[in-house]
């Protein structure tokens, strides 16, 4: 349970209920709060980078030296569910490891996803991804 006054996240993701989200990119450097907050908000451990379980939810934290993010993109995608979407964490612009708006616009198309949201989680930049075959 949040303190009072204390940023919910998961909320802000909108995420809760019985969703199934899966963490990818995990590293030290990650706001711990992000994750802690979305467990309780579904009541459940996130899955790890390695189930092969569909999902609603990836959330993706992603550096600018971790790869290509297109390929990440393409990665994180395969495990969604149908209507399902990527949270894409990354360092704010113009800090160690930021990556530019503009070339997360360009990845997410190029994976086959357009952005529907963005917004700032502490440290860290949120791009809201979902896949573009949901319009039939």
């Known amino acids: 349970m949040s303190a009072p006054g204390a ?3 998961a909320e802000r993701l909108g995420i809760g209920g019985d969703v199934i989200v899966q963490e990818i990119g995990w590293d030290e450097d990650a706001d711990t709060t992000i994750s802690e907050d979305i467990e309780d908000a579904i009541g459940q451990p996130l899955l790890d980078e390695d189930t092969d379980e569909l999902c609603d939810v990836v959330l993706l934290w992603f550096r600018s030296d971790d ?3 297109v390929d990440s993109l393409v990665d994180a995608a395969r495990n969604l569910s ?3 979407r990527i949270w894409l964490m990354t360092p704010a612009p113009r800090t160690p490891g930021g990556v530019q708006p503009a070339d997360i616009a360009e990845s997410a198309q190029l994976a086959g996803l357009v952005q529907t949201k963005s917004d700032r989680f502490g440290g860290w ?3 809201c991804l ?3 075959s949901a319009k039939k």
Request: net charge negative.
């Open 82 to 84: 149908e209507g399902g």
């Open 67 to 69: 790869g290509d993010l």
């Open 130 to 132: 979902s896949g573009t």
């Open 7 to 9: 940023v919910n996240y």
């Open 125 to 127: 930049q949120g791009a």
